[in-house]
């Protein structure tokens, strides 16, 4: 390592010295003051140089490579891994994981990316949101810049509340809302809130990997509980409580990411039921819900008449992600940590774009928006529906969502998702393997893939399709007539 390096842990804060050291030497990869391929100091010359004991490197060590961001090698010692950032698109590897669930892997201008589950641009209130940017500056001019509340705007709190009960029958006062920086700093804020390194938690299984990466930070023991159908499997979750006495539970219950699944409305009582017997909380992650093509779908927190429930709500699915708009709810003996969190991670979300979005909840726009988004997907996701009825011959099953932007799908046991991704890729069809979303990597998940519409057009989802099918056959051993991706005109 760099001799100009030099590391310091302070002994007088409460975070774990192990958890210290990782976070530095994080920043020091990410910044690229340390590079690609550089060796780690061995564990026993930094613990010396820090006068720490060896387990503390150990454990930061360990904290790194379960991130992704060192690798060791077996008598020779720990180095810095290649950075996400030139990663090459081609053969699928574990470090194209977040890139991929993403969408943001390097491809072709005529690759059809069924990997990302964004929403596509030309469905962007942008009309709508440029009045709303334009008022807030001739009604508020050079206040439109000022701070706002580290928990955030309150007029906008308090039209969140009002949208809440609307759309939600969800009753939520402003003084209980956070707003944050998009869902994934929800996540984050109660990560810092509610975690203690060692403690354990449980989440979905498959779940969200960012969501994984979030807790795994913070020095949390990730406990997988199987999902089913309907919804996580009561009697494993029954189980596993006795065993390890969890911190929270994170889950999905509408659409969930990535299988789609979303929870009977008898599963979502028994979870309540659990939930209150055990003092345990609930982290109920809503990004999806609006998008139903039939029955609407409501949050699990509108049943909740203990406040067992977190709820954490991001707009970017149905809104523009670039605005990094969410909020959370939280009960009161908790929310004080919360901001707390909230103010040392970035003192506040964007005050302009809290008034702007305050103005675009109450003018009713959202109304016409979420109905206008819902035809759009929804023709998309009849169009993916009838299309993948072909590949139905090959063995291939799957649960219809009704809603949300994915569809997952099982493959035969003979059809590696892995080696179907690779062969797609070379035909310009990106697609999920779903063993990335899993937490614990086994061959059975090895047969799952993840296509998403949200940012493919209609003649895409046709072509695409195809390809696929071609491709499956192909590593089948079957003829076709073309296994040759034909780019759209």
């Known amino acids: 390592m760099n001799n100009n390096i030099i590391l310091q842990l302070d002994r007088d804060l409460k975070v774990p010295m192990y958890i210290q050291l990782y976070n530095k030497l994080k920043n020091l990869i990410e910044t690229g003051k340390l590079e690609e ?43 810095v891994r290649k950075s996400d950032s030139e990663l090459q698109f081609g053969c699928f590897e574990d470090e194209n994981m977040d890139l991929m669930t993403n969408g943001i892997l390097s491809m072709s201008e005529n690759s059809i990316n069924f990997a990302s589950a964004s929403p596509t641009p030309e469905l962007f209130p942008v009309e709508e949101f440029k009045k709303v940017l334009i008022e807030v500056l001739n009604r508020d001019k050079g206040n439109a810049f000022v701070y706002p509340e580290i928990n955030g705007y309150g007029p906008l709190r308090e039209s969140i509340s009002l949208f809440l009960k609307e759309y939600y029958q969800i009753d939520t006062l402003p003084s209980e809302i956070q707003i944050t920086s998009g869902g994934q700093q929800g996540i984050d804020l109660l ?38 159908e309907d919804g996580i499997d009561i009697e494993e979750l029954n189980k596993m409580i006795k065993q390890y006495h ?39 992650d809503d990004f999806l819900s609006d998008l139903s093509y039939g029955e609407k779908r409501l949050p699990l927190k509108t049943m909740d008449t203990h406040g067992h429930v977190v709820y954490i709500k991001s707009f970017s699915k149905i809104l523009m992600p670039g605005l990094r708009i969410g909020f959370l709810t939280a009960p009161k003996k908790i929310f004080g940590s919360i901001v707390r969190a909230k103010h040392t991670t970035d003192i506040t979300s964007s005050g302009f774009i809290q008034r702007a979005f305050d103005l675009y909840l109450r003018s ?14 929804g023709e998309k996701y009849q169009l993916l529906l009838k299309k993948i009825k072909s590949l139905e011959k090959h063995n291939i099953s799957f649960k219809e969502p009704k809603g949300g932007l994915s569809i997952w799908l099982k493959l035969p046991e003979n059809i590696n998702s892995v080696e179907l991704y690779n062969e ?13 979303f899993f937490i ?45 991706y034909i780019p759209l005109i």
């Open 191 to 228: 990560s810092k809130t509610l975690i203690q390194p060692g403690d354990y938690i449980f989440l979905e299984n498959p779940t969200y990997s960012g969501a994984v990466a979030a807790f795994k930070s913070r020095g949390a023991n990730i406990v997988p509980i199987s999902i089913k």
């Open 364 to 377: 009713g726009f959202w109304k016409s928006h979420i109905e206008r988004t819902k035809i759009e997907y």
């Open 424 to 436: 797609c890729a070379k035909n310009n069809v990106i697609i999920v393997p779903g063993e990335i």
């Open 37 to 79: 391929g550089e060796k780690l100091p061995s564990i026993r010359s930094l613990a010396e140089e820090l006068g720490v004991n060896n387990v503390t490197v150990v454990n930061a060590y360990k904290q790194l490579e379960q991130e992704s961001y060192v690798y060791s090698k077996k008598g020779s010692g720990t180095y």
């Open 440 to 484: 614990n990597k086994n061959k059975q998940y090895s047969n799952y893939i993840r296509l998403s519409f949200g940012s493919v057009s209609k003649r895409e989802i046709i072509s695409g399709i195809k390809t696929i099918d071609e491709c499956i056959s192909s590593l089948k051993g079957e003829k076709t007539e073309s296994t040759k």
């Open 246 to 284: 969890p911190k929270f539970l994170y889950i999905m219950p509408c659409y969930q990411s990535p299988t789609t699944y979303s929870y009977s409305e008898q599963k979502k009582i028994e979870l309540l039921n659990i939930a209150y017997e055990n003092n345990l909380y609930i982290i109920e």
